[in-house]
């Protein structure tokens, strides 16, 4: 009977993260994606990665392999890079750059109604969009954390890096964003509210922060 409890509790639990590496197993970020299952990292090897846009499936991180030099740019990429919502709860990005010269409107992510959005040790910088938010227009999005991450050059209507706007009344505490660590927004602009953050509904929550250059009609730096 104890071995058969055993093997009952043994079979119940979640099966363990994975690194699926690119390109050394998979040949693109897009088929690592297709592949990965919730909580899965995907690591990439030194190089530039040109991708399409993606719709995010899975809760994951993707991160450069150790001491490796990454860049992602979406030449071809319409709207956002990455767009995360349900099934997907979570997106996590460490130690890359990502860069969106070469596309003349286009956000890094776009996140309705979910959890988490982190990025660790990165550098997001030129991308342009029409819309709110160059590296994230975010609604209902419970938490965001920037963590010794620079921001150069970003534009977009309103928060020239990050827009986050609350509307979930069931929510009673609401989206924060949490900036910490040395992480850096340097000549971001909008062209309406907020240079580099605008929040509605949303704390925001800043630590070692540098703000330089950011531009907008109003909030400078950030409107909330």
Same mark, same amino acid.
């Given at each position: ?59 994951? &991180?993707?991160?450069? $392999? @150790? =001491?490796?030099? !990454? ?6 990429? %319409?709207?956002?890079?990455? +767009? ?22 286009? &956000?890094?992510?776009? $996140? @309705? =109604?979910?959890? !988490? ?6 550098? %997001?910088?030129?991308?342009? +969009? ?31 890096? !990050? ?11 609401? +989206? ?49």
């Amino acid at each position: 009977m104890r071995s058969l409890i055993t093997a009952l509790a043994l079979g119940s639990m979640p099966a363990a993260a994975a690194t699926l590496e690119v390109p050394s197993q998979y040949s693109t970020i897009e088929a690592a994606l297709a592949a990965a299952s919730n909580n899965d990292r995907i690591q990439l090897a030194s190089g530039t990665y040109d991708i399409p846009s993606l719709v995010m499936t899975a809760n994951v &991180r993707i991160q450069a $392999a @150790t =001491d490796a030099d !990454v860049t992602i740019t979406s030449s071809t990429g %319409v709207g956002s890079v990455f +767009t995360v919502a349900s099934p997907a709860t979570s997106l996590d990005l460490r130690d890359i750059t990502f860069d969106g010269a070469g596309n003349p409107d286009l &956000r890094l992510i776009q $996140a @309705t =109604d979910i959890q !988490v959005i982190q990025i660790w040790d990165s550098v %997001v910088q030129n991308f342009t +969009t029409s819309g709110n938010g160059a590296f994230l227009d975010g609604t209902n999005v419970l938490a965001v954390t920037v963590d010794n991450t620079r921001f150069e050059n970003n534009s977009a209507v309103n928060g020239g890096v !990050v827009s986050l706007v609350d509307t979930d009344v069931t929510n009673p505490t609401g +989206t924060t964003i949490n900036v910490r660590s040395l992480s850096e927004f340097i000549d971001n602009t909008a062209s309406g509210n907020g240079g580099s953050i605008y929040a509605s509904g949303a704390t925001v929550t800043l630590a070692d922060t540098l703000f330089s250059g950011s531009q907008a009609v109003n909030g400078g730096a950030i409107y909330a």
